[in-house]
């Protein structure tokens, strides 16, 4: 483990150190992103993309499932490791790691037999159902594939090897760039060619990642003998990690609302949906990235009951953040019809996405907010905080938002609710903290 980064005075510094290469793989996981959009986009198929762009909530429901023993594994691991106890490190590393595993094969499994049935909940319709097959197909073979690469990629930043755990994700993405314009268009694979290359893209960190491991850490475990937790760690991995995994379900959810409720005004606005989303991860990935390089400090301060440094980093956190989400909103509202010419020249989905991509992007200082408070709940191992805030955003905010501004005002409803929904989860996510963390952080009597 890297004390430097732990135990040094200045935490703006280890906080920039642990950030920046956690970043640095979210560009670059944003890049193969929207390549893997852009060259579905060039076969000029709107139901191809349509098709594609359904299997998005598919994804972010594996990403969810890994998020329950990455993101709560992580939390867990960050404050052992605050307390040195390098025994129950191990074992709470191992039971994750095989427990994705067995989770994911598990999800293969349903996710083939139920796979009619899943696809039109989604929102496939009789142009797109093969397109969107065809993606979910290879999807669902490769499930723990996609699940347990969200753990060590996790452990490792615990750990504080956060360049370790970028070059495995900077390794899957040029893996996934390299594949797809040879499977999609050379083989003329379509959506599979897209989704295969998105299974091997995550494969081949798996393996790096498993191999750092094995080679470098020194705290994390692979060995299935130790993999028995006591009830209190399992309770603790869960109580963190379903609400973090929560936050994808609900995007899951929310993305297949949204397609239901496009669906009646036609293809194009799906597809308008689709690419206008991908765009917008440029913002919410890295302001994601920033908000996840401070989780292994606050665990690591709450652990060890440094109150002082825990304060700091939150206030040096909560400004850079606001400035980084102003500077993306305003950067990305200027630039969204370009942005949006990058992927398909069609002009009346260029014009719907511009429209969408600006909604989605107006509110990204809140989204810095709520995701840095989020983050700190998880690090402290504030479970029922965690899981009001998780249900809040994309959940139970957002359907009421969505289904109220639809009735009053239709299709522009449609498209404005995540930034009212934004807005107001910020709010929550304020109120949350000054009961949950204010009192014990900064009301502590010395």
């Known amino acids: 483990m890297e ?6 005075q200045n935490v703006a510094k280890s906080y920039i150190k642990l950030s920046l290469p956690l970043v640095l793989s979210m560009v670059i996981t944003l890049i193969y992103n929207l390549a893997d959009t852009y060259f579905i986009a060039q076969t000029n198929n709107t139901n191809l993309v349509a098709g594609v762009s359904l299997g998005a909530p598919i994804f972010t429901l594996l990403m969810a499932i890994g998020n329950i023993f990455g993101q709560g594994g992580t939390s867990l691991i960050s404050r052992l490791l605050g307390q040195n106890d390098q025994q129950n490190i191990e074992k709470v590393s191992s039971f994750c ?3 994705s595993i067995i989770v994911g094969i598990v999800m293969t499994v ?3 037999i139920f796979r009619v049935p899943l696809l039109y909940l989604i ?3 009789s142009d797109t159902f093969q397109y969107a097959s065809d993606y979910y197909i290879f999807l669902a073979i490769g499930s723990f594939v996609i699940i347990l690469s969200y753990i060590h990629s996790n452990f490792l930043r615990a750990e504080g090897m956060s360049k370790e755990s970028m070059s495995g994700t900077v390794l899957g993405s040029i893996v996934n760039i390299i594949l797809d314009p040879i499977l999609i268009s050379f083989f003329n694979l379509g959506a599979s060619g897209a989704a295969i290359a998105s299974v091997i893209g995550y494969l081949c960190p798996d393996i790096f990642f498993m191999v750092v491991v094995l080679k470098r850490s020194q705290v994390l475990s692979m060995n299935m003998r130790i993999m028995r937790i006591s009830f209190e760690h399992v309770r603790q991995i869960f109580g963190i990690g379903i609400p973090a995994a929560i936050v994808n379900v609900m995007q899951s959810v929310s993305a297949v609302l949204v397609n239901q409720f496009l669906l009646s005004y036609g293809n194009d606005k799906i597809a308008a949906m689709g690419i206008a989303l991908k765009i917008s991860m440029i913002a919410l990935l890295l302001l994601t990235g920033f908000a996840f390089g401070g989780q292994p400090l606050f665990g690591y301060y709450y652990g060890s009951k440094d109150e002082e ?12 953040m606001s400035i980084i989400g102003l500077i993306l909103t305003i950067g990305i509202y200027i630039f969204a019809p370009t942005l949006m010419k990058c992927f398909i020249d069609t002009p009346s989905i260029v014009q719907d996405g511009t ?8 509110t990204m200082v809140c989204v810095g907010i709520v995701l840095l408070i989020t983050i700190v709940f998880q690090s402290t191992g504030k479970s029922l905080a965690s899981l009001i805030l998780s249900i809040r955003r994309q959940g139970i905010v957002f359907l009421v938002v969505l289904m109220t501004m639809y009735r009053l005002i239709g299709y522009t409803g449609i498209i404005v609710s995540q930034a009212i929904s934004d807005i107001i989860t910020a709010v929550i996510a304020v109120i949350l903290f000054k009961w ?5 952080i900064y009301e502590k009597q010395y």
């Open 123 to 125: 929102g496939a319709s």
């Open 436 to 440: 949950q963390i204010y009192p014990e």
């Open 97 to 99: 790691f095989y427990m």
């Open 309 to 320: 440094r825990f304060k700091k980093l939150f206030k040096f956190c909560l400004c850079f």
């Open 110 to 112: 349903i996710m083939l």
């Open 3 to 8: 004390n430097n980064i732990f135990n040094g």
């Open 355 to 362: 429209v969408m991509l600006r909604y989605l992007v107006i």
